[in-house]
Structure formats: C-alpha cells, structure tokens
C-alpha cells in the first residue's frame, strides 16, 4: 500500500501462503518494496497489484530481473486494467493501468485468482496460472476455534454484511430487502454491516458493531477480532453484475465459511460453483423479491442456517484453506 502497510491482498495472495510450511518451507523469502528488491539476486521475484509504484520502478525490476536471470512473479486477484469509471477509487486506481500492463506483459509469470480473470487478460498474456484465493487456516480456524456446532437460534436471525467500502454499490441494491426483512420480523432479525459503507446516514435497523481500536490496522488483527465473534448466524454477499465483478473471486463466501456462517450471496457468475452454490447456502438472483424469499426463509427456519453452516465450514476445510492448495501451490511456485 502507498503508506508502506500490506494490503490484505497481500496478506493473502503471497506472505501467508509463501510463510505456509507445506507451500513454502523450504524457500528462502525476503520481503523488500520496489527499490530494495534491486539489491537482491534471487530465483523469483515476486510482486502483485500496485506494489511496484510507477511505470519507471517497474522498467527497472524488469531490467533486474533480465540482467540477474530472476523470474518476474506478478499476482493479480482483479482486473485492474479495466477499472469502471463509477468505480469508488477510479479517480486513483485507473491511472496505475499503465503500471498492471507492463507488469504483466514483461513478468515471466502470472499468477490469477479466478478463469474468468485470465479469460480477460488473454489478449494479453494467454500463460497466466490460476491460484485460487484461500485462506491460512492458521489465523483463520486454529485448533479450538470456530466450528460449525456453535450454538443457532431459534430466534432471531443474525445477519453479516462485511465487505470495503468500495462495496457501497452491493449494498446499496439490497438495502431496501433488509429494510423490508427488518419491518417483517423486528424481533426476530438483526442485521449487521461491518465495513461496505461510508454512509453516516445508514437506517436505524442496520448495526454497525464496535471494534478495539486499531483492529483494521492490519489483516492478521482484524482476522483476530473477526473469529473472536459469535453473533452472528448469516453472512451476505451481495454483488452487482458488472463485467468487473465477474471477474472477482468467491472469497467473502470463504469468511463466512471460517466463521460456520451459513451465506446468501448473489446468483453471479463469482459465487455460481462456490459453497454458497449448494453445501453452505442460497444464492438469490439480483432482484428483491429473490433476496427477500432467501433472506425470509433463512431467518424462518433455525434448521436450515444450522445445517447450511455446517455445509460452509465443510466445504471450507475441503478446498478453502491454504492447507488444502498446498500441492497445488507448491508446484505453481516450483515452475516458475
């Protein structure tokens, strides 16, 4: 990130499955920004998203990479080279295109989080190797942690929507369908929001719970802070169509999964074959009367959020962790 902090991009997508002792136990890794990796001779360097700050820096670890005989790792979970204009950071974000284009026309690897992505890059680079998102189940379920079995209400229905802020447009669309799910159940319902907005304006029906400060300093504290709770039965992850979102990865289902969440997420094409498709929950059409039958139905029937929750956190252990990508992984890395 500009101010030197790791994003949880980052976090997620290279330190934790590089430091994961069945991805990366035998590599040796050394972290360094743009300007100190110059200093290093090494077998791969590895870069991802808006880590390398201008088209110059890039030129120049390019060159390093060349003139040392390294192989030029770059990461991408989004399509940054076509961000829409509406888009809450466009103002920022479009301008850095120039940088993603170089990096992946020059970098001898590319590594994507979903087909849809490399699909959109193979004008570009028709090579790129998809690495599906997961999560270091060593921050996210430790021996003794979460697990589906927690206890599940009769009453009321506890729902999640967690996302950035950049989600506003997500949560805007079914804002109305909880407005009206609130004036259904009242005391049947509780709805959370953590994050996804900036709005100061947000209905009285829509919780926003308090976090120790400097909990969202970094990814590991706010992952602490998140699997520490149990309020919560229902995470929701709603997503706009647009051709950007498509190519989004179905992560937000993997946070609920960890948490033992049963998910209502959007039918698109980022959630379809993902655990909220079947095992771990419903997937509603983006219209409302779709969001507020599953919405409706879920809070209803305490039966179905426990046995979905179940499903999630199944799933998650079966394909959800870095444990489980870990051969995978490993030999994505070995290639390059």
């Known amino acids: 990130m500009d101010n030197g902090d790791?994003?949880?991009?980052?976090?997620?997508?290279?330190?934790?499955?590089?430091?994961?002792?069945?991805?990366?136990d035998a590599f040796d890794i050394v972290v360094a920004d743009a300007d100190a990796a110059l200093?290093?001779?090494?077998?791969?360097?590895?870069?991802?998203?808006?880590?390398?700050?201008?088209?110059?820096?890039?030129?120049?670890?390019?060159?390093?990479?060349?003139?040392t005989g390294a192989t030029l790792a770059y990461d991408l979970d989004d399509d940054l080279l076509r961000i829409p204009r509406d888009h809450p950071d466009a103002v920022m974000l479009r301008p850095k295109a120039k940088v993603v284009q170089r990096l992946l026309r020059d970098a001898g690897v590319v590594f994507v989080s979903?087909?849809?992505?490399?699909?959109?890059?193979?004008?570009?680079?028709?090579?790129?190797?998809?690495?599906?998102?997961a999560l270091d189940e060593r921050i996210w379920a430790p021996p003794g942690g979460t697990r589906p079995g927690r206890r599940f209400q009769a009453s009321p229905g506890r729902?999640?929507?967690?996302?950035?802020?950049?989600?506003?447009?997500?949560?805007?669309?079914?804002?109305?369908?909880?407005?009206?799910?609130?004036?259904?159940?009242?005391?049947?319902?509780?709805?959370?929001?953590?994050?996804?907005?900036?709005?100061a304006d947000l209905p009285d029906w829509a919780n926003?719970?308090?976090?120790?400060?400097?909990?969202?300093?970094?990814y590991p504290g706010f992952v602490n802070w998140f699997t520490g709770?149990?309020?919560?039965?229902?995470?929701?992850?709603?997503?706009?169509?647009?051709?950007?979102?498509?190519?989004?990865?179905?992560?937000?289902?993997?946070?609920?999964?960890?948490?033992?969440?049963?998910?209502?997420?959007?039918?698109?094409?980022?959630?379809?074959?993902?655990l909220a498709d079947g095992p771990g929950g419903l997937l509603a059409a983006n219209r409302p009367e779709a969001w507020y039958a599953a919405l409706s139905?879920?809070?209803r029937d305490a039966e179905l959020r426990g046995r979905l929750a179940h499903g999630a956190r199944a799933a998650f252990d079966v394909q959800g962790t870095l444990a489980s990508q870990a051969a995978a992984r490993r030999a994505a890395w070995l290639a390059a």
């Not at 979903?114 to 998102?133: E, F, H, K």
């Open 6 to 24: 790791f994003s949880p991009c980052a976090y997620i997508r290279l330190l934790q499955p590089l430091d994961h002792p069945a991805i990366g």
């Open 39 to 67: 200093r290093y001779r090494a077998d791969i360097i590895a870069t991802q998203r808006y880590a390398v700050p201008d088209v110059a820096a890039a030129e120049r670890l390019v060159a390093h990479c060349r003139r």
């Open 114 to 133: 979903t087909p849809a992505l490399a699909a959109g890059l193979a004008p570009l680079r028709s090579d790129v190797v998809v690495v599906p998102n």
């Open 159 to 199: 729902l999640l929507c967690m996302g950035t802020a950049t989600h506003g447009a997500d949560f805007a669309m079914i804002e109305p369908v909880l407005g009206r799910l609130y004036e259904t159940f009242t005391e049947r319902v509780t709805i959370d929001i953590l994050g996804v907005s900036t709005r």
């Open 208 to 218: 926003r719970p308090s976090m120790p400060p400097g909990t969202t300093a970094t």
């Open 229 to 274: 709770q149990d309020r919560w039965d229902v995470g929701l992850a709603p997503l706009t169509d647009t051709a950007f979102n498509r190519c989004k990865s179905p992560i937000k289902t993997l946070d609920y999964a960890a948490l033992g969440l049963a998910v209502v997420a959007s039918d698109v094409a980022a959630y379809r074959g993902s």
């Open 297 to 299: 139905r879920i809070v």
